[in-house]
């Protein structure tokens, strides 16, 4: 597969000259500067391109041209926001870009309630609590009726809890589940909000009446409409799975499981309409058989997110190591090599280590623990392409 790398633009700390030297191929970016709603020009589209280019790498994936609440929740502006979506997937083509992923989760992007969870070996990852995720949602958002969406367990957990967080927990776990997990990307919620909890509360409500039939009509909708688009400029729509498979909030979800990815593939059976193949999104769900989905789903994966969880026995999860957890990295390699060996993949989240909590990374997509974990990738990708009989190349040595 392509070796890709999740990169937010020339304002990141990493630059492109350090993932030239570490064996990055492909750049996965957006424009993040570009309202929700609007236009990307051609002209922006260039320039970006051009400036990875002018590194040696190829912008690989957009990740992510945003689908606004406006197209999910069917607003009075949803047409006028895929038209603008189609004209903005125009200049993609135009330009070389084909691939893009996107997702259909409302309001929230992934959620954690840990951003910096203490693993054993003294790295830290990122990490869902439900009976903090829980706490947050009933004591914190104060969402009515949130107390029926939680077991008796959870909800006698909460109490528990309640006497020991403090103002800075409340805090703390705001900002981990709504500011620095969506502030950083083209999300709902800046990272400098001074009311993150009432504009969230306000972004929830204007999905209230909304069922997971309607969300997933509206899905239907938006993909049918931009299928001509993507037919005439061969553009790859590839949908990231809900992170965490589950429901939350009240908010319908509708990537969660087997079930859901073949419910929207057979809805508009369009080869551009696929499946982002987010291994670590689908192992947080106890319920998903990783492998064999990614046997099933092969030949509709645009793009794949190599990384993995490891889920508890109460339903908590956390980052694994790539070489671990619930995903089996080494039999997904396999699967997707013997499908497609210029598929683009990049290793997603990784630990945080050796400093990298010092230099102000987004949440989740450290430097030294992403390189740590490509590493491990190529070394399974070099060892599936000998077991196959390809070719393994690592760009920038002799000899190879």
Known sequence: MERTWRWFGKKDKITLEMLRQIGVEGIVTALHDVPLGDVWTREAIRDLREYIESYGMRWSVVESLPVTEEIKRAGLLRDKHIEAYKESLANLGAEGVHTICYNFMPVLDWARTDLSHPNPNGTTNLYFSHVQFAYFDICILKRKDAEKSWSADILKQVEELKGKMTAEDDRRLVENIIVKTQGFVSGNIREDEQKPVELFRHLLSQYDGISKEQLRANMKYFLEAIMP????????????PDD??????????IVTCDEDIEWFLKAVDNKHNGLTFCAGSLSAGAHNDVVAMARKYSSRTHFVHMRSCHVFENGDFTEASHLGGRADLIELARIFEKENPKLPMRVDHGMTMLGDEERGYNAGYSFLGRMFALGQVQGILATVDRELGLEYQQPGFYGE
């Open 244 to 253: 965490p498979p589950m429901q939350i909030l009240g908010l319908p979800r």
């Open 229 to 240: 688009t993507c037919d005439k400029w061969d553009m790859n729509m590839c949908v990231h």
